[in-house]
T-cell receptor, first 112, second 113 residues
Framework: AQSVAQPEDQVNVAEGNPLTVKCTYS??????LFWYVQYPNRGLQFLLK??????LVKGSYGFEAEFNKSQTSFHLKKPSALVSDSALYFC??????????FGDGTTLTVKP | NAGVTQTPKFRILKIGQSMTLQCAQD?????MYWYRQDPGMGLKLIYY???????DKGEVPNGYNVSRSTTEDFPLRLELAAPSQTSVYFC????????????FGSGTQLSVL
């Protein structure tokens, strides 16, 4: 069975500092990995994805993620956090068969 | 484009009642999904479909049924509603394959009392 773990329920950073939101996964075969963001009372919005190729993936709003196959990780990063980045972030894995699994989410709070 | 449209936005049910949550997309997407999101938790996959006439169970299918008679529509049926089904339900779709990003509807907030 596939699974996604986001080990931190909450991440707090100061504005202007770098941020990392962690994600590890377990799946058979080669996964498709995604990050989504959810603002209050809204549906999820796509940030970035890893399918194949370069291990460093760049996405929306200055976010990037690093795929590490040996550690089965896909951590989300941003060099300089903004207060407006405060939201709920989800890591997801989807298999070739179309089945998706989301992590439980990490609440990111960026303080001025 | 409307994208993914979910109706209703809010609903209160009594225990034992039934209802259908509607989901429609106008992007000609083959893959469609139903998720539930409990307060403070992540998304749990209920059912998914890779095309018209094809559906499969996700992580938490008990108490729900789906059908996919057309590419556009993927309704979720709740039979004999229970308080444990109180949640926010999201429908999502994607294009030709699972390596494409999901487009989400705005959600249906359901309370079973």
């Amino acid at each position: 069975a596939q699974s996604v773990a986001q080990p931190e329920d909450q991440v707090n950073v100061a504005e202007g500092n770098p941020l990392t939101v962690k994600c590890t996964y377990s799946v058979s075969g080669n996964p498709y990995l995604f990050w989504y963001v959810q603002y209050p009372n809204r549906g999820l919005q796509f940030l970035l994805k890893y399918i194949t190729g370069d291990n460093l993936v760049k996405g929306s709003y200055g976010f990037e993620a690093e795929f590490n196959k040996s550690q089965t990780s896909f951590h989300l990063k941003k060099p300089s956090a903004l207060v407006s980045d405060s939201a709920l972030y989800f890591c997801a894995v989807i298999t070739n068969a179309g089945k998706s699994t989301f992590g439980d989410g990490t609440t990111l709070t960026v303080k001025p | 484009n409307a994208g993914v449209t979910q109706t209703p936005k809010f609903r209160i049910l009594k225990i034992g009642q039934s209802m259908t949550l509607q989901c429609a997309q106008d992007m000609n997407h083959n893959y469609m999904y139903w998720y539930r999101q409990d307060p403070g938790m992540g998304l749990k996959l209920i059912y998914y479909s890779v095309g018209a006439g094809i559906t499969d169970k996700g992580e938490v299918p008990n108490g729900y049924n789906v059908s996919r008679s057309t590419t556009e529509d993927f309704p979720l049926r709740l039979e004999l509603a229970a308080p444990s089904q109180t949640s926010v339900y999201f429908c999502a779709s994607t294009t030709r394959g699972p390596n494409e990003k999901l487009f989400f509807g705005s959600g249906t907030q359901l309370s079973v009392l």
